[in-house]
């Protein structure tokens, strides 16, 4: 089944204790992109990948750190999480970039809270 | 940066009507999306329309595209309980040499049985 994979689901942690978010797809797809969502805001892009070893920062990418060795993992690092990374986040994979996007698919989100 | 704004912020409606949800955008754009989001679920594709198309129909759903107005519309005819959902457009359009997709805010529609 083609799908994007996210873990954990849920985490609860403490401010600056360091925490991987990790991201999988089985499609081949080129482009991923992590986003947050928090109320009244909508998704807002924190880093995205065009290909292996090619990350770019999004709108908000304070606080982050990403990786994308391999193609299909992209997983998001919090180095020292602070309260106002508290947030819902969504991994997101499209099969390529570059003359436009092709609809993304998204995994099932990992509810973050710090305390 | 918030390149999609939707209108309107909530809307209810009784089941078997229709819903129109808005998008507004700012640039220039290369194609504009569509989706779906059940509460605290992933987000799911409905449609794309690219910005040399003015309409698109997909079931139940019509996108309208008017690239002078910079504007979308979704519609969903004969609305279910199932559609209960929030939607989001998303515009994919290019900054400094690289192809992004921005996401509005939502609509939060609620159908009313």
């Known amino acids: 089944e083609a799908q994007v994979t996210q873990n954990p689901r849920y985490l609860i942690t403490v401010t600056g204790k360091k925490l991987t978010v990790t991201c999988s797809q089985n499609?081949?797809?080129?482009?991923m992109s992590w986003y947050r969502q928090d109320p009244g805001l909508g998704l807002r892009q924190i880093y995205y990948?065009?290909?292996?070893?090619?990350?770019d920062k999004g709108d908000v990418p304070e606080g982050y750190k990403v990786s994308r060795k391999e193609k299909r993992n992209f997983p998001l690092i919090l180095e020292s999480p602070s309260p106002n990374q508290t947030s819902l986040y969504f991994c997101?994979?499209?099969?390529?970039?570059?003359?436009?996007?092709?609809?993304?698919?998204f995994g099932p989100g990992t509810r973050l809270t710090v305390t | 940066s918030q390149q999609g704004e939707e209108d309107p912020q909530a809307l209810s409606i009784q089941e078997g009507e229709n819903a129109t949800m808005n998008c507004s955008y700012k640039?220039?754009?290369?194609?504009l999306q569509w989706y779906r989001q059940n509460s605290g679920r992933g987000l799911v594709h409905l449609i794309l329309?690219?910005?040399?198309?003015r309409e698109k129909h997909s079931g139940r759903l019509r996108v309208t595209l008017d690239t002078s107005k910079k504007s979308s519309s979704l519609l969903i005819t004969a609305s279910r309980a199932a559609d209960t959902a929030s939607y989001f457009c998303?515009?994919?359009?290019?900054?400094?040499?690289?192809?992004?997709?921005?996401f509005g805010s939502g609509t939060r529609l609620s159908i009313r049985p």
């Open positions: 997101a994979s499209s099969l390529r970039a570059g003359t436009g996007l092709y609809e993304q698919y």
């Open positions: 499609m081949n797809h080129e482009y």
């Open positions: 990948s065009m290909n292996v070893e090619v990350t």
């Open positions: 640039t220039s754009i290369n194609n």
């Open positions: 329309i690219r910005s040399n198309e």
């Open positions: 998303a515009t994919d359009a290019w900054y400094s040499s690289a192809s992004k997709i921005i």
